[in-house]
């Protein structure tokens, strides 16, 4: 997969995450597990862009 291919899948998996978390028949639990995971898809989402820009290279 390239960059662009897996950005998206991982944009839409965050996307299906945030339309269940604003479904009403969730609880406050259940909301709160969905924000976490949400939060875990823009960690990836950020490091993805991290790793295709080479912006965590460390530089001598």
């Not at 406050?28 to 875990?40: F, H, I």
């Amino acid at each position: 997969m390239n960059y662009l291919e897996i950005k998206k899948k991982l944009e839409a998996a965050k996307h299906e995450l945030e339309l269940k978390m604003h479904d009403q028949a969730a609880s406050e639990s259940e909301k709160e597990t969905l924000q976490k995971r949400v939060d875990n898809y823009e960690y990836m989402l950020e490091l993805t862009d991290m790793n295709h820009f080479e912006r965590g290279n460390i530089i001598s």
